[in-house]
């Protein structure tokens, strides 16, 4: 004996499933099922990575010149002493050369805040590197108020000499900045202040290059 079956429809589909069935999702045309899309990896520019890792050199800089800097003070401040007492001048002259030396070669509060603010700097070249669009504007800040910190210390260390000149002029003697500072500080500092100025610059170039701004604008997976 035969069983009316029920009529289908569509694709195939009962539109009625019998009881304990699941309804029936809606047909596809052709056959074909959509896929969810597959995360498309985007490729860093050559300008972030560039930029990461000249960040990531920043803090190596800051700690040799922070090094070199302990390693000069004591000594320079034991010469200038030495040399002013040597040619009679008076305590005012060389209170305000010691006054003077602190400031241009920077003692502890300054060393500390410069560690700190290049070991920033390094850790924001990591977010960089995947693509953390705040860690860019961070960045921006951070190096914005890096290089201005440079700058000021390249002049403060220039009116330095200025200064000590000028007291070598009062106390009337010549002195020698040889005899007073290691000759490789001088030469040393004002390399690694201007590449620290360099790297700064670059780094905010290469960041807001179009290339770079697509790859922080990015849809992430």
Do not use: K
Request: charge should be positive; glycine fraction near 10%; proline fraction near 10%.
């Amino acid at each position: 004996m035969a069983y009316p079956q029920p009529p289908y429809q569509g694709s195939g589909y009962p539109q009625h499933p019998g009881p304990g069935y699941p309804p029936p999702g809606p047909p596809y045309p052709w056959g074909v099922h959509p896929q969810a899309p597959y995360p498309v990896a985007v490729r860093r520019p050559a300008a972030v990575t560039t930029a990461a890792m000249l960040m990531l050199a920043v803090p190596v800089l800051s700690v040799i010149g922070y090094a070199a800097t302990l390693a000069a003070t004591n000594a320079m401040r034991a010469n200038l002493r030495r040399t002013f007492e040597d040619v009679g001048a008076s305590g005012d002259v060389i209170d305000q050369a010691m006054s003077q030396s602190s400031l241009a070669l920077g003692h502890s509060i300054t060393g500390v805040i410069s560690l700190i603010l290049a070991l920033t700097i390094g850790a924001l070249a990591l977010f960089n590197l995947n693509g953390a669009n705040g860690a860019r504007i961070t960045t921006w800040v951070v190096l914005g108020l890096a290089l201005v910190m440079s700058v000021c210390a390249l002049g403060t260390l220039m009116s330095f000499e200025s200064t000590l000149s000028q007291l070598s002029a009062t106390a009337g003697s010549d002195l020698d900045m040889g005899n007073i500072l290691p000759g490789w500080y001088l030469p040393g500092t004002y390399a690694l202040g201007t590449l620290s100025v360099l790297i700064y610059a670059a780094v905010i170039i290469l960041l807001a290059l179009p290339t770079s701004s697509a790859y922080f604008r990015r849809r992430r997976p």
